[in-house]
Structures are given as C-alpha cells and as structure tokens.
C-alpha cells in the first residue's frame, strides 16, 4: 500500500480511521506490540515521506483513552496532537466528512469490503506490480562513485555531498 501510495504521491497525506467500538480489548491488548508498531509508523513517516494528518479511534472504552495517552509519549508532540479518541460514530462526524466515510462508519462511500476488493485487484495488477518490481530493483551504482578522487564540487570529500561549517 505504502509502495502504491509513494507511486500516485498521495503527498496530502492520510487519515486513520480505527474503529474498536465493538471489538475486544483483552484480544487488542495481547496481540499488541508498541515497538512494531513504533517501526511501522518510523517506516510510513521517515520512509515512505507519508504526512499523517490524522487517527480518529473510536472507542466507549477507557482503558483505550489510557493507552494511546501512554503511547502519545512515544510519538513526536507534533503526531501526539493528531490522534483523537471519539466515544461514537456521531463524535467522528462532527470532524470528519460522511462522503470520505465507508457506511459502516455511517458514511456515503463504499462499504469497506468493497473498497478492500477494488484495493486487491489494484495492488495485484499487472500494471502495478511491473512498477513494483522495478523499484525493488532499484539500486546504486557503486563503480560510478568517486572515492579515490577529492573534487572542491563536493566540498573536497569524496563519498558526500554534506559541508561542515567549523567557526
């Protein structure tokens, strides 16, 4: 997804919309892994130059309050800031569109296992697997680079194109 995204330069950025309202918390809790999930964000963010501009989790529970509260703490103040608890679905509308809203959310848009067979049958296209090769391909070449030879072009280092200011 994070690959497709990268092609089509979602450059406006996502929004997360996770719905535990109806789901168990014990179950959450155990297959819950905050470093894994810390990496997973680090590789969306720092990797893939993905902008979260938002994560709406509904959930009545209070105990989720208290996680993300204990999970904010890991994250920049900046993403903390734009992870929002909503106790319901009407909570959630009053930020969110309905049109962007699949109608188990209460919205206009497709339902969700719709939306996540169109998504399948993009991901696994001819089209989009041939772009996704080739950039798991993707490398440099290292007999290109420069390493005997220092140039004033890169700040008289060879290897790096970083400049050193020492006063």
Same mark, same amino acid.
């Given at each position: 997804?994070?690959?497709? =995204?990268?092609?089509?330069?979602?450059?406006?950025?996502?929004?997360?919309?996770?719905?535990? $309202?109806?789901?168990?918390? /014990?179950?959450?809790?155990?297959?819950?892994?905050?470093?894994?999930?810390? *990496?997973?964000?680090?590789?969306?963010?720092?990797?893939?130059? =993905?902008?979260?501009?938002? /994560?709406?989790?509904?959930?009545? $529970?209070?105990?989720?309050? %208290?996680?993300?509260?204990?999970?904010? *703490?890991?994250?920049?103040?900046?993403?903390?800031?734009? !992870?929002?608890?909503?106790?319901?679905?009407? $909570?959630?509308? #009053? %930020?969110?569109?309905?049109?962007?809203?699949?109608?188990?959310?209460?919205?206009?848009?497709? $339902?969700?296992?719709?939306?996540?067979?169109?998504?399948?049958?993009?991901?696994?296209?001819?089209?989009? *697997? *041939?772009?996704?090769?080739?950039?798991?391909?993707?490398?440099?070449? @290292? #007999?290109?680079?420069?390493?005997? #030879?220092?140039? @004033?072009?890169? =700040?008289? !280092?060879?290897?790096?194109?970083?400049?050193?200011?020492?006063?």
């Amino acid at each position: 997804m994070a690959e497709y =995204m990268t092609a089509y330069d979602y450059c406006r950025g996502i929004i997360l919309v996770l719905d535990y $309202s109806e789901a168990n918390l /014990v179950e959450i809790l155990k297959k819950l892994d905050f470093v894994e999930l810390r *990496q997973a964000l680090t590789l969306l963010i720092d990797g893939y130059a =993905m902008r979260i501009k938002a /994560v709406h989790i509904i959930t009545p $529970s209070k105990t989720v309050e %208290v996680l993300v509260g204990l999970f904010k *703490q890991i994250l920049s103040a900046k993403l903390g800031e734009r !992870i929002q608890i909503h106790k319901d679905l009407e $909570s959630l509308h #009053k %930020v969110m569109q309905r049109d962007v809203l699949p109608e188990e959310l209460g919205g206009n848009e497709r $339902s969700i296992v719709k939306l996540h067979n169109e998504w399948k049958d993009v991901l696994s296209s001819k089209e989009f *697997q *041939q772009y996704y090769d080739k950039m798991r391909a993707a490398s440099t070449n @290292e #007999k290109c680079r420069q390493t005997d #030879k220092l140039n @004033e072009e890169y =700040m008289g !280092i060879a290897g790096t194109f970083k400049t050193l200011n020492v006063d």
